[in-house]
C-alpha cells in the first residue's frame, strides 16, 4: 500500500469512527430512557406503562436532553481543539520548546525531529514538553501537517537516550505519513459529547452537596425531588460509565492496529529495531510507566506512544495499545528469555546509560539492525532517481538512506545560519536574505523596496545573511525554509504580516520570473496566514471543476524546468480531460493566483493527487534529466499539496 492509498484508507476509516459514534449514541439514549422510566415509576413522579413512555413528552424531553448533552459536550471540546495541534498542546498544559534552546535534552530533541522531518519530507512540527509528566510518552496532533505539534512528557524526554528518543519520534512521524493524525485529533472533539454525560453526573452530584446543607429535612417535597435528582445523578455517572466504554472502545478499535504499523514503520525509516524496543522495555521496567496525570489523559490516550489511562476490566478489547510484551516481541523476536535481566535498573533513578547497557541491547548482533554506517546504507542502496514513477513512489516514504541523506544535510547547513533560522529575531531575515540571493536584480534596489517595512539594522543583517546563503549547495535552500517554520509560527501577527509583505516586494521588484520564489511565498503563506493554514474538510473527487488550476500549476512547473514544450503540455492535461484546450497565450505568473490553485488542488481527495504529482514529474524528467534545482521544485510542490518527497539523489 502507497502513501496516497494509506492517505484515502485513513479517510475511510471515518465511517467505522461514524459507525460506532452513532451505536453508543442509541445505546446511551435507550439507558437514560429505561432509567428515567424506573425512576418517575418507582418514585411516584408519573405512573405510566412502557408503551405509552415512547409516546410521552417525558421520553421526548429525556431523548432530546441527552442528544443535547452529548451534542454541547462534542461542540465544546471541539471549539477548544479548533486551533489543531497548537490547540490540543494548549489543552494539556504542555509548554513550547524554542527552536534555539541551549538545554541539552531539548536540543537534541530538536535536532532529532528536524532530521526525521527533512529525511520524511514533512513540515518541522512544533515541538511541546509537558513539564510535569514524569511518565514516559509522546503524540502528535494537527489537522493539517503544516498545523503538526510533537508533545513530549519530561519523564521520556529524561530517561531515553537518543536511540531510543529517535525511535520514539520515528513511531510518531509514521502517524504523520499514514494520516492518522488528523483522526486522532477528531475523535476528542466526537468522544468529548459521550463523556460529558458521565461529567454531568458528577456535577449533579457536586451540586446537591453544596445545596444539601442549606436544603430543610422536613420540606418532604424537597425531599422527595432530592431523591429523584440523586438517582439521576447516578444514573448519569453510570451511563457515562457506558460512554466511557463505548468511547475506549470506538478509540481501540482505530488505533491499536496503527500502533503495531507505527511500530513497523519507525524500523523501517532507520533500519534500527532496537531503538524503539528500548524506549518500550524502558515503559514496562523503570516504574513511571507511560501513565499521564493529565485531566485530558483520557481524551488523548488514543494518540499517544504508550498507554495514557489505566485499564482493568475488558483490558484486551478496551486497550488503546497493543502489550507491551508484544509489541517488544514484535520488533525483537527473542525479548521474552531476557526481559528480567537487571541491567536497566541503572535508569530508574534517572541515569542515562548508553544504549548498550539497554537490556535488549544483547540481541543487537544477532539482529544486526544497525550496525552498518551510514555511508555503507547509502552505498548499498542509493535512491537514485531515473524516471518520473519512481520519483512518485518515493512520496510519503522513509528509508534509512533518507534519514542519512537528512543528518548530511543538517550538519551541512552553516552553524550560523543554522542558529539564525532558530532565533525568532532572525528567522524571518533569512528568509528574505533567499530571495534575495535568488533574485536577478541589484541587491541594494531590492533592499530598497523593503526599506520602509524594516530597520537599517534589520537590512544589514540580510546583507550579512546574504554572503552565507549565497554559498549555500541548492539541496540545502528548502530544508533552511521547513527548518525556518516553528520558529516564524512563534511569531506575533503583525511580525507575520510584515514577512508576507516584504516577501511579496522582493519576489515581484526584478520583474523576473522565478516559479520557486512563488513556490516560496506560497508556503510563507501556508504556514503563516490563518487564512490559508486553516484545515478545509471539502474534497474534490473529479478533475473537472479544478482543471484551470491544474493547467496553471503545469504552467508552472514547466517554465521552471525550462521546457516550454507546448504540445507536450497540452498532451498531460488532455491526461486529465480527453477534450481539454490550452489557453491561446501563456499566462502571467502571480504568486497569488499561484498560491489559490494550490490551496485549491490541495483539496483533491488522495488518488487524485497521485497522478498530479506523476504528471508534474514527468514535466520535470522529459529531457531524461532531474537536476538540484528541479528536485527543490516538486519537494516544495509535494509540501503544499500534502504529499511529502523526501530527500533525492541525482542520477
Known amino acids: 500500500m502507497d502513501f496516497f492509498e494509506h492517505q484515502h484508507q485513513a479517510k475511510k476509516k471515518t465511517k467505522t469512527l461514524v459507525f460506532f459514534f452513532v451505536l453508543a449514541v442509541f445505546l446511551i439514549v435507550t439507558v437514560i430512557n429505561l432509567i428515567l422510566f424506573h ?13 405509552d413512555w415512547f409516546k410521552s413528552t417525558w421520553f421526548v424531553a429525556a431523548s432530546l436532553g441527552t442528544l443535547g448533552v452529548i451534542l454541547i459536550g462534542s461542540l465544546i471540546r471541539g471549539f477548544q481543539i479548533k486551533g489543531g495541534g497548537q490547540a490540543v498542546a494548549k489543552m494539556v498544559k504542555a509548554r513550547a ?6 538545554e541539552p535534552l531539548e536540543r537534541r530533541l530538536v535536532n532529532v525531529v528536524e532530521e526525521m522531518s527533512i529525511a520524511s519530507g514533512m513540515p518541522v512540527p512544533s515541538i511541546f514538553i509537558m513539564d510535569n509528566e514524569m511518565g514516559m510518552n509522546a503524540f502528535v496532533a494537527g489537522l493539517v501537517p503544516s498545523d503538526t505539534v510533537l508533545v513530549v512528557t519530561q519523564g521520556l524526554l529524561e530517561t531515553l537516550d537518543r536511540q531510543e528518543l529517535q525511535g520514539v519520534v520515528a513511531h510518531e512521524f509514521s502517524h504523520i505519513l499514514n494520516a492518522d493524525m488528523r483522526l486522532n485529533v477528531r475523535l476528542i472533539a466526537i468522544l468529548g459529547g459521550i463523556l460529558a454525560i458521565g461529567q454531568l453526573g458528577y456535577f449533579l452530584l457536586r451540586t446537591m452537596r453544596f445545596s444539601g446543607r442549606r436544603r430543610s429535612s422536613s420540606k418532604s417535597n424537597n425531599n422527595q425531588l ?30 491499536r492496529q496503527r500502533e503495531f504499523l507505527a511500530d513497523a514503520s519507525a524500523v523501517q525509516y ?7 524496543a528500548n524506549a518500550l522495555y524502558q515503559i514496562k521496567t523503570n516504574g513511571k510507566g507511560s501513565l499521564l496525570e493529565s485531566s485530558h489523559a483520557e481524551d488523548m490516550s488514543h494518540m499517544c506512544f504508550g498507554s495514557a489511562v489505566k485499564f482493568t476490566a475488558f483490558s484486551g478489547l478496551l486497550a488503546t495499545h497493543p502489550p507491551l510484551d508484544d509489541r517488544i516481541k514484535t520488533l525483537v523476536p527473542g525479548y521474552r528469555s531476557n526481559k528480567d535481566s537487571k541491567q536497566h535498573q541503572s535508569k530508574a533513578n534517572n541515569k542515562v546509560p548508553s544504549s548498550s547497557d539497554s537490556a535488549i541491547s544483547s540481541f543487537s548482533e544477532s539482529h544486526n539492525t544497525s550496525s552498518q554506517t551510514p555511508s555503507t546504507l547509502a552505498t548499498e542502496d542509493a535512491l537514485i532517481i531515473t524516471n518520473s514513477e519512481q520519483l512518485v513512489e518515493q512520496i510519503g516514504t522513509m528509508k534509512p538512506q533518507h534519514l542519512d541523506q537528512a543528518r548530511e544535510i543538517h550538519q551541512s547547513i552553516p552553524e550560523l545560519l543554522l542558529d539564525a533560522v532558530h532565533d525568532l529575531d532572525s528567522a524571518d531575515l533569512v528568509i528574505l536574505s533567499l530571495i534575495v540571493t535568488r533574485s536577478e536584480g541589484d541587491t541594494d534596489q531590492l533592499l530598497s523596496s523593503i526599506s520602509s517595512n524594516l530597520s537599517s539594522s534589520q537590512i544589514d543583517r540580510i546583507k550579512h545573511h546574504n554572503t552565507l546563503v549565497a554559498k549555500l549547495d541548492d539541496k540545502l535552500i528548502l530544508p533552511l525554509i521547513e527548518l525556518s517554520m516553528p520558529v516564524l509560527k512563534q511569531a506575533g501577527d503583525e511580525q507575520k504580516k510584515n514577512l508576507l509583505a516584504c516577501a511579496s516586494l522582493l519576489i515581484t521588484a526584478d520583474k523576473q520570473i522565478d516559479p520557486f520564489e512563488f513556490f516560496l511565498y506560497a508556503l510563507l503563506r501556508k504556514n503563516l496566514s490563518h487564512k490559508d493554514a486553516g484545515f478545509n474538510d471539502k474534497h474534490y473527487r473529479k478533475f473537472k471543476p479544478l482543471l484551470k488550476d491544474i493547467e496553471y500549476l503545469l504552467q508552472v512547473i514547466t517554465a521552471a524546468s525550462g521546457h516550454r514544450n507546448k504540445a507536450s503540455l497540452a498532451s498531460a492535461m488532455k491526461s486529465f480531460d480527453p477534450k481539454w484546450q490550452l489557453s491561446d497565450s501563456n499566462q502571467d505568473y502571480d504568486p497569488y493566483q499561484l498560491d489559490k490553485s494550490l490551496i485549491r488542488l ?11 504529482m506523476q504528471t508534474l514529474a514527468e514535466i520535470i524528467m522529459q529531457d531524461g534529466e532531474i537536476n538540484a534545482s528541479e528536485i527543490e521544485l516538486i519537494r516544495a510542490t509535494g509540501i503544499y499539496l500534502e504529499c511529502p518527497v523526501p530527500p533525492l539523489q541525482l542520477n
Not at 97 to 102: C, F, L, R
Not at 602 to 612: I, S, V
Open 39 to 51: 425512576l418517575g415509576n418507582n418514585f411516584g413522579q408519573f405512573q405510566i406503562s412502557a408503551n
Open 97 to 102: 520548546v524554542m527552536m534555539n534552546t541551549k
Open 226 to 255: 432530592g431523591m429523584v435528582i440523586f438517582g439521576s445523578a447516578i444514573a448519569l455517572l453510570v451511563v457515562g460509565y457506558i460512554g466511557v466504554f463505548f468511547g475506549r472502545l470506538i478509540k481501540a478499535a482505530i488505533s
Open 270 to 276: 532507520s533500519r534500527d529495531s532496537m531503538g524503539i
Open 602 to 612: 490541495n483539496q483533491l481527495a488522495p488518488l487524485l493527487k497521485k497522478p498530479l
